[in-house]
């Protein structure tokens, strides 16, 4: 099991830009894919973006691709959300998640990928 522990938000004008964090402790985390979903108030929870184990492979949704860059510092047991031009509709809790699978390409995208969550941190972008 791997505990997660998000950082990083708060309250950004749209257009402004935000860095989410997420510290893993508990096992290998260079061993795992990592993602960032977000669920907004009344809708459900979405994926946002994932990064290999290694980083070199990532995906995005469409919604935020060319806004929003994953990557990972495996020295350091952290994964990053940057997020920039920031949008209204951006506003929501932000959850980073961990892969139940080692090492497993291409990277996961779906809730049922990942076994371990988040608390989670919120995200509210003022328009």
């Known amino acids: 099991q791997v505990q997660l522990v998000e950082s990083g938000g708060g309250l950004v004008q749209a257009g402004g830009s935000l860095r989410l964090s997420c510290a893993a402790s508990?096992?290998?985390?260079?061993?795992?894919?990592m993602g960032w979903f977000r669920q907004a108030p009344g809708k459900e929870r979405e994926f946002v973006a994932a990064?290999?184990?290694?980083?070199?492979?990532?995906y995005y949704s469409d919604s935020v691709k060319g806004r929003f860059t994953i990557s990972r510092d495996n020295a350091k047991n952290t994964v990053y959300l940057q997020m920039n031009s920031l949008k209204f509709e951006d506003t929501a809790v932000y959850y980073c998640?961990?892969?139940?699978?080692?090492?497993?390409?291409?990277?996961?995208?779906?809730?049922?990928?990942?076994?371990?969550w988040g608390q989670g941190t919120h995200v509210t972008v003022s328009s």
């Open positions: 508990g096992r290998t985390f260079s061993s795992y894919a």
């Open positions: 990064i290999s184990a290694s980083g070199i492979s990532t």
């Open positions: 998640a961990a892969d139940r699978l080692r090492l497993r390409l291409p990277v996961p995208t779906t809730d049922a990928d990942f076994g371990s």
